[in-house]
C-alpha cells in the first residue's frame, strides 16, 4: 500500500481562489509527522508547514493551513487567496519510524502540479 | 544565513563510473539527508547523517553511501553507476534532523545535483 497518496496529479485554480490539495496517508506508527513541500520549476525544495501527530490544533503559516483529520488519516494542505507565484508541484510527505531503531524515514508521494490562472 | 549549498549543479557520467556529490548545510545545523528524484519513482529518502554517523538508511543498494565530516558537510557517493541513476539528487539540512521536535523539523533544501549516466 501507498505510504502517501496525493489522489491530484494536476489542478487549475483562479487566482484569489482558495485551493485544497489533498493527501492521505498510511502508518502504524503512533508518532509520525506530516510536512508540505513546494518544488517551483527551478527544482529546489520549500518547506510550507508541519504537523506532528499529536498536536491538537492544525498547523497554520500565513496563507497555509493543514486540515489534519486523524481519523480519516488526511492531511490537506489549504492555500487561501491563491497568488500566481503558487504555480509550483506541491508535495506532501510523512515522517515515520523510530530512531533507535535507525528506521526514521520521510516518504513523499507523487505530488499535485498546481497552476494558477490569472 | 547561507542557504544549503550542493556542488556540482550539474554532472555527466557514464555508466559504470562512480561519482561523489557534495552538500554543505546551513550553518549551525547538524543533520544532513539526502534523496534522489526521478520522473518514475518520484521522491526516495537514501539516507541521513547527524554529528557524523549515518542515522537512518532508506532502501538503497550499497552502491549508494554516504559520509558527513566534523564541519557537517555531507558527501554522497555512487559506485558503478547504472543508467537509473539519473536523477536530481537533494539534499537537505536541519537543526536536529528526523528526530527533532517543534521548528527543528523544518528541513532546508539545496537546489540539488542533476546526475545524468550516459
Known amino acids: 500500500a501507498q505510504k502517501i497518496t496525493q489522489t491530484q496529479p494536476g489542478m487549475f485554480v483562479q487566482e484569489k481562489e482558495a485551493v485544497t490539495l489533498d493527501c492521505t496517508y498510511d502508518?502504524?506508527?503512533?508518532?509520525?509527522?506530516l510536512f508540505w513541500y513546494k518544488q517551483p520549476s527551478s527544482g529546489e525544495m520549500i518547506f510550507l508547514i508541519y504537523?506532528?501527530?499529536?498536536?491538537?490544533q492544525n498547523a497554520t503559516e500565513g496563507r497555509y493551513s493543514l486540515n489534519f483529520q486523524k481519523a480519516r488519516k488526511s492531511a490537506n494542505l489549504v492555500i487561501s487567496a491563491s497568488q500566481l507565484g503558487d504555480s509550483a508541484m506541491y508535495f506532501c510527505?510523512?515522517?515515520?519510524?523510530?530512531?533507535?531503531?535507525?528506521?526514521?524515514?520521510?516518504?513523499f508521494g507523487t505530488g499535485t502540479r498546481l497552476t494558477i490562472i490569472p | 544565513k547561507a542557504g544549503v549549498t550542493q556542488t556540482p549543479r550539474y554532472l555527466i557520467k557514464t555508466r559504470g563510473q562512480q561519482v561523489t556529490l557534495s552538500c554543505s548545510p546551513i550553518?549551525?545545523?547538524?543533520?544532513v539527508s539526502w534523496y534522489q528524484q526521478t520522473p518514475g519513482q518520484g521522491l526516495q529518502f537514501l539516507f541521513e547523517?547527524?554529528?557524523?554517523?549515518?542515522?537512518n538508511k532508506g532502501n538503497f543498494p550499497g552502491r549508494f553511501s554516504g559520509r558527513q565530516f566534523s564541519n557537517s558537510r555531507s558527501e554522497m557517493n555512487v559506485s558503478t553507476l547504472e543508467l537509473g541513476d539519473s536523477a536530481l539528487y537533494l539534499c537537505?539540512?536541519?537543526?536536529?534532523?528526523?528526530?527533532?521536535?517543534?521548528?527543528?523539523?523544518?528541513?532546508?533544501f539545496g537546489p540539488g545535483t542533476r546526475l545524468t549516466v550516459t
Open positions: 537537505a539540512s536541519s537543526s536536529a534532523g528526523l528526530a527533532g521536535v517543534g521548528s527543528s523539523y523544518e528541513q532546508y
Open positions: 502508518t502504524s506508527d503512533p508518532s509520525y509527522g
Open positions: 504537523q506532528g501527530s499529536y498536536d491538537q
Open positions: 510527505a510523512m515522517r515515520e519510524g523510530n530512531i533507535n531503531f535507525g528506521n526514521e524515514k520521510l516518504t
Open positions: 550553518s549551525g545545523h547538524r543533520s
Open positions: 547523517y547527524f554529528s557524523e554517523t549515518q542515522r
